[in-house]
């Protein structure tokens, strides 16, 4: 549904419980309860405006649309690479892209099943097995799962500078209480990092550095 039919339908119903109980009143004249609606509804809308132009519902209804329509765009690719690959289960590029799919909107288990499947048929593409591994972990809230760790392993021998990999090891050490060695490998890690790294700068904020 519209994103503005959505917001019309809410006002709609937040005026029409405002005034209902004014109508039912018995002890209310009838002219002083149609004088009471109006400087309700004058009031409420008044108030809609102002909340509407000050606190940025005008930039965020747009990009809540601009949302919805990427969702709907979504959901024909999801169509679309669910039949290529139904039609032919060895097209590891409908494979990539429908967990790719899946993986932008939200649907990170789908996602995790889709990369697999990529994997098997890449025969061990380091760089699908570790969207695999990133779509388990996402799929398990942020814990390195087991499996997760497994495929950690497997990409860590095939590029063991991969830096990623030896983030994600290093938090998975973290999670047993292995706390001391774990921030030993990510001090190790982080040295070897170049200033303009994306997990660099995240691991600056974590620690408070930004």
Do not use: C
């Amino acid at each position: 549904m519209n994103i503005h039919i959505i917001f019309a339908l809410i006002t709609f119903l937040v005026l029409l419980i405002l005034i209902v109980p004014i109508y039912l009143a018995k002890d209310i004249e009838r002219n002083h309860k149609v004088l009471f609606s109006i400087i309700i509804a004058i009031f409420f809308f008044t108030a809609e405006f102002l909340l509407y132009k000050h606190f940025g519902t005008p930039e965020i209804i747009p990009l809540m649309a601009e949302r919805e329509e990427q969702l709907i765009i979504l959901k024909e690719k999801i169509t679309t690479n669910s039949l290529a690959v139904k039609k032919n289960p060895k097209n590891i590029k409908a494979w990539v892209e429908l967990a790719d799919n899946f993986m932008e909107s939200n649907q990170y288990s789908a996602a995790a099943n889709s990369y697999k499947q990529a994997v098997l048929l890449s025969e061990g593409n380091p760089e699908l097995i570790l969207s695999y591994a990133y779509a388990l972990i996402i799929d398990a809230g942020g814990k390195i799962t087991e499996e997760a760790k497994k495929s950690l392993d497997i990409v860590l021998m095939l590029q063991p500078t991969n830096e990623k990999v030896r983030y994600f090891l290093a938090i998975y050490k973290m999670q047993f209480g292995n706390t001391k060695e774990a921030m030993e490998d990510i001090k190790k890690l982080y040295k070897s990092l170049p200033d303009d790294s994306q997990l660099k700068d995240a691991i600056d904020k974590q620690i408070g550095r930004k």
